[in-house]
């Protein structure tokens, strides 16, 4: 008899034990859970923040997760929750807009975390636990911005240069207005812009500076301005056979498909091509040297002006319209294959051929200014060279979309062509961007 309990006894002992190995083996996990802030918390953290927090378990799914602050040994509870084991969550995401000030944090040092338990058996019961803490710097304050230029005069398709200061060092900053964006620069402890109000411009544009922090604060500052209205000439354009047949095969090659059809051509060049690059002018000059590297006025090439900055064309052919366009430059005529000068100081950016402006030199003048020179027939200088205000760069020519030999010359700021007449004009240079040059210091 006794040896029969035994027996049974030691069987359900056993029994017991593998029923705790099973129960070890498939409750007791013991990896932690997983928790991924989206982004990763930087050294500051402004006045709001939005953060997305992934929290993940392999095993016996989440049973308790929280987003917390602690600053001067207090402790914040901004999200907790928990889930029932049945639920068996193995992700878990959320999205939390942290804002300090509303939780009455101070500026200055905090710890942003969050921690997770699982449904694990483990640590009696509590589960698999797991923490993340991250050091940052509250910083709730926007900066001020100072404008310090006073007289602000653009006529469409001119630009002109705003200098301000900022309470603390800004790391995004520019002029805004409408749907354009001019990113500015730093200068012995000040900062300044060159912008554009563009020939298509509304008449209400509106104009602000714009700064940002290293914390992300952001902050806004209007200034007074004075936008002119400018009216651009039309000009009708006739397309001949003999035009067509001696310019559009040198398109064939980006337009194969297209061969031996002149006018479909002309009209996929004066369209899809203009746009393209127009938009690879825009990536060329994306990038400019924080430096001045242009002194004076612009030199202008001699000869005679054919067509002006935003002179409106419209294209005929046997009387019928096939196209319309904006000329974003001037173009200059002289002798055929007349030497071109740098119009300024500068370093060359660019030298290839560039869709409809055929064989095209790109120099940057520092701080945004750009200057382009179109349909050249051949180079004279290198990309990354230094060049001076009247070196000869290349010779004129009629590569690209030009009905005879020409120089097309922009100016553009950003990306953005702009008026060149202006930067011929000494009186307006003076004006509009040396005397402020002056009067904030940055030059002497």
């Not at 007074?224 to 000439?233: I, T």
């Not at 095969?249 to 061969?259: A, K, M, Q, V």
């Not at 127009?278 to 001699?302: A, H, V």
Request: glycine share 10%; with cysteine.
């Amino acid at each position: 008899m006794k040896s029969k309990k035994r027996t049974v006894l030691t069987g359900f002992i056993f029994v017991l034990i593998i029923a705790g190995i099973i129960a070890l083996f498939y409750f007791g996990e013991r990896s932690a859970p997983e928790i991924i802030f989206t982004p990763q918390p930087e050294s500051f953290l402004p006045a709001s923040k939005n953060f997305i927090i992934t929290f993940k378990d392999k095993g016996q799914g989440l049973k308790e997760i929280e987003v917390f602050i602690e600053q001067n040994n207090n402790h914040y509870q901004l999200l907790r929750k928990n889930f029932p084991r049945q639920n068996h969550l193995l992700k878990h995401t959320i999205t939390i807009t942290i804002m300090p000030e509303k939780i009455a944090l101070k500026d200055g040092p905090a710890f942003l975390g969050a921690l997770a338990y699982d449904h694990s058996i483990w640590h009696w019961g509590k589960g698999n636990y797991k923490e993340v803490r991250y050091a940052v710097m509250i910083d709730t304050t926007p900066p001020i911005i100072e404008v310090l230029t006073r007289i602000h005069n653009l006529a469409k398709g001119g630009s002109e240069l705003v200098i301000y200061r900022a309470s603390e060092p800004l790391l995004n900053h520019g002029v805004r207005a409408n749907g354009w964006f001019y990113p500015g620069f730093q200068r012995q402890g000040l900062y300044l812009c060159f912008f554009a109000y563009p020939y298509n411009g509304p008449e209400n544009a509106f104009y602000r500076v714009i700064g940002e922090d290293k914390a992300g604060n952001k902050s806004e500052g209007g200034f007074y301005y004075r936008l002119l209205k400018r009216k651009f000439k039309q000009d009708k354009i006739i397309i001949t056979d003999q035009f067509l047949r001696a310019k559009m095969p040198e398109f064939w090659h980006i337009y194969p498909e297209l061969e031996g059809k002149y006018l479909e051509t002309f009209i996929k060049v004066n369209t899809e091509l203009r746009a393209k690059t127009t938009d690879e002018i825009k990536r060329i000059c994306s990038t400019s040297y924080n430096s001045l590297l242009w002194q004076g006025p612009f030199l202008r090439m001699r000869g005679a002006e054919t067509s002006s900055f935003g002179e409106k064309r419209t294209y005929y052919y046997k009387g019928q319209v096939i196209g319309k366009s904006i000329h974003l430059g001037v173009d200059i005529a002289s002798i055929t294959n007349a030497p071109i000068p740098a119009a300024n100081n500068g370093i060359v950016i660019y030298k290839g051929y560039l869709g409809i402006y055929g064989n095209t030199i790109i120099i940057d003048h520092g701080l945004g200014l750009f200057s382009l020179y179109g349909h050249l027939s051949s180079f004279n200088v290198e990309v990354d060279k230094r060049v001076k205000k009247g070196e000869i760069i290349g010779y004129t020519g009629a590569t690209g979309l030009a009905g005879g030999d020409h120089l097309h010359f922009g100016i553009l700021l950003h990306g953005e062509f702009v008026n060149p007449i202006e930067w011929f004009d000494p009186k307006w240079v003076k004006s509009h961007i040396l005397s402020k040059f002056k009067q904030a210091g940055l030059l002497h």
